[in-house]
C-alpha cells in the first residue's frame, strides 16, 4: 500500500502540451473553491456535511482529485484511493504543486492523504464514516459533448465493471453512509440496493445509502 499525504475528479485537469495535468490551484477547481458554494453544495450534502458536523471520508475513486479537494476544502479528513498508476502519479504531481502553492492551498492538501490500490481491497483497512464512489460514467450519446480531455481519462482507466462489487463492499465498511455519484440522464447502475435517499444537482445525482 502506497501513502501520499500531504504538508483529484476528471474536471479538475488542464492540458499542457497535449499531456493532462491535475491543477487544484486554477482553473474550475480553483473556481469551485471560491464560488461553488460551501456546505450548501449537493456533494457536500450529500455526504453529510453540515454545521457542527464534518465526517471522516473516503473517495474510493479519486479520479483526478476535484470532489476530494472540495470536501477537504470544506474542512474534512479525506483519504483518495486510485488504482490506476499513471492517474494515481498525476495526483501525487498535483498534490504537490497545490502543497508548495502555500496558503490555503496547502492547508487543504494537508487534509488529503492518497493511496494506491484497488478500493475492495483497501477499504476493510480503512475507517471511514462516509464513502464516495464515482465510477467511470457512460459515454455521452452525443460524444461531441464529450471533452477531448474526458475522453483520454477515459482511455487511461477504461470502464469500471466491478461499481457494483464495489459498492457492496462499501456498504459493509462504512461507518454511517455511502454515496453514488452518477449522471442524471444516464441509466442506473443495476444490482444496487435501493437507495435511502437521492440529492440531485444540475447534471449529477447523488445516491444516498444509510447504514449502521
Do not use: C
Not at 493511496?115 to 483497501?122: E, H, R, S
Not at 469500471?160 to 457492496?168: F, P, T, Y
Amino acid at each position: 500500500m502506497e501513502y501520499y499525504a500531504g504538508n483529484g475528479d476528471e474536471r479538475s485537469m488542464t492540458q499542457i502540451d497535449g499531456e493532462l495535468r491535475v491543477d487544484f490551484v486554477s482553473g474550475s477547481v480553483a473556481h469551485r473553491l471560491r464560488f461553488g458554494g460551501g456546505r450548501g453544495q449537493a456533494l457536500a450534502k450529500a455526504m453529510g456535511l453540515r454545521a457542527g458536523k464534518t465526517p471522516v471520508i473516503i473517495d474510493a475513486t479519486a479520479g483526478l482529485g476535484r470532489d476530494s479537494f472540495l470536501l477537504a476544502s470544506l474542512g474534512a479528513q479525506v483519504t483518495m484511493i486510485e488504482r490506476s498508476e499513471r492517474i494515481h502519479s498525476l495526483l501525487v504531481q498535483g498534490m504537490d504543486r497545490a502543497a508548495k502553492e502555500g496558503g490555503e492551498f496547502a492547508e487543504i492538501i494537508s487534509r488529503m492523504t492518497l493511496l494506491k490500490g484497488d478500493a475492495k481491497d483497501l477499504l476493510p483497512e480503512l475507517s471511514g464514516e462516509a464513502i464516495l464512489i464515482d465510477p467511470m460514467h457512460p459515454p455521452r450519446k452525443n460524444s461531441a459533448l464529450v471533452k477531448r480531455e474526458l475522453r483520454q481519462v477515459r482511455e487511461i482507466v477504461g470502464t469500471d465493471d466491478d461499481a457494483v462489487e464495489l459498492v457492496r463492499v462499501a456498504l459493509k465498511y462504512a461507518r454511517t453512509r455511502v454515496v453514488l455519484k452518477w449522471p442524471s440522464k444516464a441509466d442506473p447502475i443495476k444490482g444496487i440496493q435501493a437507495r435511502s435517499h437521492q440529492i440531485r444537482g444540475k447534471t449529477t445525482s447523488y445516491d444516498v445509502f444509510m447504514v449502521g
